[in-house]
């Protein structure tokens, strides 16, 4: 026999058969590759191969890196699979080369993305019975069919105000809640208004020039009209209803209680209390209007929009995705404005200049501010040439600045924003795939591994391939009814055409007795159909 063809081995993945030496699958030790032998189930001692139902594409690039100790990532491919097919065969992922890992990776942004999107519960369809038994902690009672009336309505409560697009009726109530949120934030900016408020006059007594005592109107403050305190009392009633069923009805109180717009909803509403409370008991006090200003906590209901709208969902998750790059442009601002400052104060005091407005450092950290982020109120100005010129080199720095990190956030906004509406459109259900190991029968005792009528052609093709034609032995005619160790010898000669090895593995013959290929002595045919007949009788 051939000593390279010894050396060789067959591998056949997903149908596609790769050759390749042993020598190579020996260069990365502790692999699935390294470890082949002969006693694997997978290995056809017919076809002289290893089967593995694996991906033929991925296997090509795994078995060029056992070739060339470099490994490369096929772009036809999706990231998850050829992680997948790295770890059955025992490779590591962070083994690929440079030129492909930005590609490689990309599908871990994606999935960290649809993580994002999972958490933010975008979904607009209506969940299961059973998803929302689950959801709510009682999946055991729903599966035993002893649900009490209020588990039955404590899921139905939490849809009808906090998902509004789960029913009508949620989107009813939705709108419900987004109108007073329009007509509270609406009250709250119109009441500030001059003509919107209540002049509040009172009489004061003066000394006239005659030394006579005179009364007088004065008008020392303004009060907003009383119809806005009974427009915020309406909001805030709807308010404290629908934030006290919400609590009562949500699946978890420590989520509820931690989740950012629960607590700006808390906050305004009980800042509102809390005005009532001090216009009725600390009226006189003096500065009392300053406490007006914790007021403006109600102005932060307009995030209560969030749960009604995915995109402001989007917006604010770009933010806290793009927050690395808004901390560096914020960074790289500092430093161009403590820099600017001191380079305009200092060139305006080169030259005489008697309208210097730059009488100090922090002084320009203003005007630096104002120009780098292009604004330009035009209050402080330079007005030497040097001045000039440090001004004009701090809106370019400016410009740039902020023109560096802005296509990172739209980046990421558009990288939400598609994958959101690829959410929306592919199909919930999806067909169930059953993992099914294939069955391995029991080999009987002298019975090959292809042995049987079924297999007769993959035995014979078998053959022909690891056999060429020259080393084919003559055609042998036997008596009809013969066989070799089960197998049935054929009565018509142009069905029996049998190489020597072949023959050879069916007598069952120790290697060291291998007749020479082509020539089988009558004994040894003598001794198959012997072996033949004696086991038929057994039978």
């Known amino acids: 026999m051939?000593?390279?063809?010894?050396?060789?081995?067959?591998?056949?993945?997903?149908?596609?058969?790769?050759?390749?030496?042993?020598?190579?699958?020996?260069?990365?030790?502790?692999?699935?590759?390294?470890r082949l032998t002969e006693a694997l189930a997978n290995y056809d001692t017919v076809l002289n191969e290893y089967f593995?139902?694996?991906?033929?594409?991925?296997?090509?690039?795994?078995?060029?890196?056992?070739?060339?100790?470099?490994?490369?990532?096929?772009?036809?491919?999706?990231?998850?699979?050829?992680?997948?097919?790295?770890?059955?065969?025992?490779?590591?992922?962070?083994?690929?080369?440079?030129?492909?890992?930005?590609?490689?990776?990309?599908?871990?942004?994606?999935?960290?993305?649809?993580?994002?999107?999972?958490?933010?519960?975008?979904?607009?369809?209506?969940?299961?019975?059973?998803?929302?038994?689950?959801?709510?902690?009682?999946?055991?009672?729903?599966?035993?069919?002893?649900?009490?009336?209020?588990?039955?309505?404590?899921?139905k409560m939490w849809s009808l105000f906090d998902e509004p697009y789960s029913s009508t009726s949620a989107k009813v109530i939705g709108i419900i809640s987004v109108f007073f949120i329009c007509v509270s934030i609406l009250s709250f900016c119109l009441k500030t208004h001059p003509n919107m408020r209540v002049p509040v006059i009172r009489n004061v007594t003066v000394w006239t020039s005659q030394h006579t005592k005179a009364w007088t109107l004065d008008k020392f403050q303004t009060n907003p009209h009383l119809a806005f305190f009974y427009v915020e009392c309406v909001c805030n009633a709807w308010f404290t209803f629908e934030f006290t069923t919400r609590f009562i009805a949500c699946p978890s109180k420590l989520d509820f209680v931690r989740g950012a717009v629960n607590i700006i909803d808390f906050t305004a509403t009980l800042s509102f209390y809390i005005d009532l409370v001090?216009?009725?008991?600390?009226?006189?006090?003096?500065?009392?209007?300053?406490?007006?200003?914790?007021?403006?906590?109600?102005?932060?209901?307009?995030?209560?929009?969030?749960?009604h709208s995915a995109g402001l969902k989007i917006l604010i998750q770009t933010f806290k995705a793009s927050a690395g790059e808004l901390i560096l442009l914020v960074f790289f601002l500092v430093l161009g404005i403590v820099i600017f400052a001191s380079l305009v104060y200092y060139a305006e005091r080169i030259e005489s200049n008697p309208e210097n407005d730059f009488n100090s450092i922090p002084l320009g950290l203003w005007w630096a501010l104002v120009t780098m982020t292009t604004v330009g109120y035009g209050d402080?100005?330079?007005?030497?040439?040097?001045?000039?010129?440090v001004g004009a080199l701090c809106a370019l720095a400016g410009v740039l600045t902020i023109a560096l990190p802005v296509?990172?956030?739209?980046?990421?906004?558009?990288?939400?924003?598609?994958?959101?509406?690829?959410?929306?459109?592919?199909?919930?259900?999806?067909?169930?795939?059953?993992?099914?190991?294939?069955?391995?029968?029991?080999?009987?005792?002298?019975?090959?591994?292809?042995?049987?009528?079924?297999?007769?052609?993959?035995?014979?093709?078998?053959?022909?391939?690891?056999?060429?034609?020259?080393?084919?032995?003559?055609?042998?005619?036997?008596?009809?009814?013969?066989g070799v160790n089960g197998v049935e010898l054929s009565a018509n000669p142009a069905s029996t055409t049998l190489s020597t090895s072949n023959l050879i593995q069916f007598l069952e013959v120790p290697a060291s007795k291998t007749p020479p290929v082509g020539r089988i002595s009558p004994a040894t045919l003598n001794t198959a159909f012997s072996k033949s007949e004696a086991k038929k009788e057994t039978m």
């Not at 402080?380 to 010129?389: E, L, R």
Request: net charge positive; hydrophobic share 35%; with cysteine.
């Open 278 to 307: 001090l216009q009725r008991f600390a009226s006189h006090l003096e500065n009392a209007d300053i406490l007006e200003f914790f007021s403006i906590i109600r102005i932060m209901r307009l995030f209560k929009l969030t749960r």
């Open 407 to 482: 296509p990172v956030i739209v980046s990421n906004f558009a990288m939400f924003y598609s994958h959101t509406q690829a959410r929306a459109k592919l199909p919930k259900k999806r067909r169930r795939v059953l993992p099914v190991e294939q069955p391995r029968g029991p080999r009987a005792r002298g019975q090959g591994p292809g042995a049987g009528d079924g297999h007769q052609t993959r035995r014979m093709n078998a053959i022909k391939q690891n056999h060429p034609k020259e080393f084919a032995s003559p055609k042998l005619a036997t008596p009809a009814g013969c």
């Open 2 to 34: 051939n000593l390279d063809a010894e050396n060789r081995v067959v591998l056949n993945v997903g149908g596609i058969r790769h050759e390749t030496y042993k020598a190579t699958l020996k260069k990365i030790p502790a692999t699935r590759l390294s």
């Open 380 to 389: 402080m100005a330079p007005k030497t040439y040097t001045g000039m010129f």
């Open 52 to 155: 593995f139902d694996r991906h033929p594409g991925v296997f090509g690039q795994i078995l060029n890196y056992y070739r060339t100790g470099k490994l490369h990532y096929p772009t036809d491919v999706c990231g998850p699979l050829f992680e997948e097919e790295l770890e059955f065969w025992g490779l590591d992922s962070n083994q690929v080369e440079p030129c492909c890992w930005m590609t490689y990776t990309q599908h871990r942004d994606t999935q960290e993305t649809l993580t994002v999107l999972d958490r933010l519960d975008l979904d607009t369809d209506k969940p299961g019975d059973e998803e929302i038994a689950r959801k709510f902690g009682m999946e055991e009672d729903f599966l035993n069919g002893t649900l009490s009336w209020w588990q039955n309505a404590k899921p």
